[in-house]
């Protein structure tokens, strides 16, 4: 006997029809002989409606409050699907985070779960019963509701999993696994079988939107298999593991693109001890999250600094770079939104040399321009300009020949 842990996303409990959907899964899955504990979201665009409704009353509404309101989208679907189970004679019972004890530090609206108590979920399975739990929600150590940040049902189900110690955690969405890249925008893209856990981090915060990042981290550190799977479709979906050492890898395991991108340049700096911490600084304090970062090789003494950040904190970093550049004597400030940065991942790159050069030739062949390149031990990302973007991705993509199976 085996466990399992599903979660189903928002738009997998969009209606009473799908719940009734995700119950006959639950059932088949139970038939197959697993046990199950299943997560859910709230109904799709019911957390952005509740917020909305807040939001009409106080556009900047208490945390606490907000995260006992937002956590209501989830009781319901616990509530509709266990319905749906016993209508269907399968033996279920719904639970609120605070009732399973998913305890959270008290981070209101992005709280990090501490710890969670199995004893409740275990005497459930025992007697018999599929165990619903809500997703996305915990609670404090003095009692008050939490919730996990968006996207949160996610790592939701991974921590449970880690904590049953089950044996795979099945992410149900709307897509039937994770792609070589978005098909909308190279319609030859591939699912993959198998990724690991480094890649898919890497994936996610380069703008692949499948899972909540948080998520993918934890189910690393605590090695659950994860498997991103269709509830629509039936299908293998993708495995996300642990990277095994006999494997043979892929080069390149996705193309991803990210537009939330924008960057400033400040030119004509003193290049003096210091000045990346006078840049960044006011930025950091303002708490906008930098990404790139390039400083040129000093020339007169003077230097050019340019990094970038989402494209939502343009304004504000423009503003406060304005400013820091007056008082530093800069020559000038130059900013850009209109970029994006493709990436390639892949553990691959490990050992292998020249697939950087092969990327940058091969956007050259494009007449790509690169504004800014940055590496990691297993991605390289370069900037260019919006209007690159699907030129870039799809050219990428044919270069590496990932829509053909490599054997892994
Ligand atoms: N309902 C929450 C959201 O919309 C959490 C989730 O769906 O994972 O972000
Ligand atoms: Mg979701």
Redesign the pocket.
């Known amino acids: 006997m085996s466990l399992i842990v599903q979660k189903y996303?928002?738009t997998s409990v969009g209606s009473p029809e799908r719940i009734a959907h995700v119950a006959d899964k639950v059932i088949q899955a139970r038939a197959q002989g697993h046990d199950v504990v299943v997560v859910v979201?709230?109904m799709s665009g019911?957390?952005?409606r509740l917020l909305k409704l807040a939001r009409e009353i106080d556009p900047r509404p208490s945390e606490r409050e907000l995260d006992v309101l937002?956590s209501t989208?989830?009781q319901v679907t616990i509530a509709l699907l266990s319905i749906a189970l016993e209508k269907r004679g399968c033996p279920a019972r719904s639970y609120t985070g605070a009732q399973v004890c998913i305890r959270t530090d008290s981070a209101h609206t992005k709280a990090r779960i501490m710890d969670i108590d199995a004893a409740r979920i275990f005497q459930d399975l025992k007697a018999g019963r599929v165990v619903v739990v809500a997703?996305?929600q915990g609670v404090d150590e003095h009692g008050n509701i939490t919730t996990l940040g968006?996207?949160?049902?996610?790592t939701t189900a991974v921590a449970l999993a880690a904590a049953l110690k089950a044996d795979e955690c099945q992410i149900y969405t709307d897509v039937d696994g994770v792609y070589t890249t978005d098909p909308r925008i190279e319609p030859k893209a591939r699912r993959l079988e198998r990724i690991t856990f480094e890649e898919m981090l890497e994936m996610a915060s380069l703008g692949a939107k499948v899972l909540?990042i948080r998520s993918v981290e934890f189910a690393g550190k605590y090695n659950v298999p994860l498997r991103v799977l269709s509830s629509f479709t039936e299908g293998p979906g993708t495995l996300i593991t642990s990277e095994e050492p006999s494997m043979e890898q892929a080069l390149i395991s996705g193309v991803t693109a990210n537009r939330d991108e924008a960057k400033l340049t400040v030119t004509g700096v003193p290049d003096q001890p210091g000045i990346a911490h006078r840049i960044l600084g006011p930025i950091a304090a303002a708490n906008i999250e930098v990404d790139m970062i390039v400083q040129n090789v000093g020339e007169h003494g003077l230097t050019d600094f340019t990094f970038t950040v989402h494209r939502n904190d343009y304004d504000k970093a423009l503003d406060i770079v304005k400013q820091t550049a007056k008082e530093m004597g800069a020559r000038e400030v130059q900013g850009d939104n209109r970029i994006v940065k493709v990436s390639i991942v892949g553990v691959g790159m490990r050992s292998h040399a020249g697939i950087a050069s092969q990327m940058f030739q091969t956007l050259a062949a494009e007449g790509i321009n690169i504004r800014m390149i940055s590496t990691s031990e297993i991605k390289i990302s370069v900037v260019v300009d919006e209007k690159y973007l699907e030129l870039a991705v799809r050219a990428l993509h044919n270069a590496f020949k990932l829509d053909q199976a490599a054997q892994r």
């Open positions: 996303g928002g979201s709230a019911e957390t952005d937002l989208g989830e997703g996305f968006r996207g949160g049902s996610d909540q």
